[in-house]
């Protein structure tokens, strides 16, 4: 089992490549992962610092480095949508996530993550949060207006499914090629895909190619959290594609908080990785003090250290929730 960081904690704070990886080895861990928020010119920076040194890259988080397109303004994980019904703008989506894995192949990183885009509807995010502040996740309102938003998600769903399997099945010919692993990570919003059937129909659909699924701790507590999805049905029935877990923590409706620095419990997520041996990615919010940053991951640390020997069943689930105290 290895522990590795993300980039996304300096992003906006490190504008040099040299300083970034600098920063990460003074946290001693294993390796990286390169974040979709390294501007070309820090990314071929990293690369340049990277040659000589003991840290490995585990993955890229799509898209990396930030495409030319893009304004600065306009950064995000997913300025370009693999789920777009639109023809081109899709193919532009598979573009530029194939540059990212011929980055990835040529720093030896086996995994890039995915975001696999949403159905397009009017969400309601805004009203949704406003229920659930005053009257909770089992409040009568906020439980009316979910069903009737999830209802309208399930009508709308067809054509945004297709066109991620249609992405997927690209891009998988690519990742064939580049022996690449495509980690598709679990999303935080119920509109976000894929949901837990979606990823049972992309998994039997794109059978044997070289897809995996990516855990996202705190996008697991805000599914729980806000009633639409059970984080732990998920992680328990794709923990046999299980590629790589991003570690973080959450309070309310705030995650990528510094490991220790929430409620989420780490233990059984961090034995589940030690398992199947997949990397542990601490991945924070960009701004998140340096002090604060070596606390979290010392905490993941003080897990692995704990959970290091096997479980005596091999084949045990999570039967209980992973995301609360």
């Known amino acids: 089992m290895v522990l590795g960081v993300s980039t996304s904690w300096a ?29 070309p010119p820090v990314f071929r920076q990293v690369v340049t610092a990277l040659r000589g040194s003991e ?39 598979v573009q530029w996530t194939v540059k990212t894995m011929e980055h990835a192949n040529d720093l030896e990183a086996p995994f890039v993550v995915l975001h696999c885009g949403r159905v397009a509807m009017d ?13 909770g996740a089992q409040g009568s309102e906020y439980q009316a207006l979910l069903e009737r938003k999830q209802a309208e998600r399930r009508a709308r769903r067809k054509p945004f ?14 990742a064939q090629r580049l022996h690449i692993v495509l980690g598709l990570e679990n999303r ?26 990516w855990h996202d701790t705190g996008h697991g507590h805000l ?7 059970n984080p732990t049905e998920i992680l328990n029935a794709w ?10 923590d959450a309070e309310g409706k705030t995650d990528h908080l510094p490991p220790g620095f929430g409620r989420i419990q780490l233990e059984s997520v961090v034995r589940l990785a030690c398992r199947v041996g997949c990397p542990l990615i601490v991945e924070l919010k960009a701004g998140t003090k340096t002090e604060d940053l070596r606390a979290g991951v010392d905490h993941v640390r003080k897990f692995m250290e704990t959970v290091a020997e096997p479980v005596e069943n091999p084949h045990e689930t999570t039967s209980h929730s992973c995301f609360h105290t």
């Open 11 to 39: 992003a906006g704070q490190i504008t040099h490549g040299r300083d970034l990886v600098e920063a990460c080895k003074a946290l001693q861990v294993d390796g990286l992962e390169l974040d979709y928020r390294l501007p």
């Open 55 to 93: 840290l490995k890259v585990f993955s890229l988080h799509n898209f990396c480095p930030v495409p030319d397109s893009v304004p600065w303004d306009r950064v995000c994980a997913e300025p370009f949508l693999l789920s777009h019904t639109d023809r081109e703008e899709r193919l532009r989506a």
């Open 123 to 135: 969400a309601e995010l805004s009203t949704l949060m406003a229920l659930w502040e005053t009257g």
């Open 161 to 174: 499914l297709d066109a991620l399997l249609w992405s997927l099945d690209r891009l998988a010919q690519e």
């Open 188 to 213: 935080a919003h119920y509109h976000e895909m894929p949901n837990t059937e979606e990823y049972q129909i992309l998994f039997h659909e794109l059978e044997g190619a070289p897809l995996a699924y």
């Open 223 to 229: 599914m729980e959290t806000f009633g639409w999805g």
């Open 239 to 248: 923990q046999h594609q299980l590629a790589g877990i991003h570690v973080h």
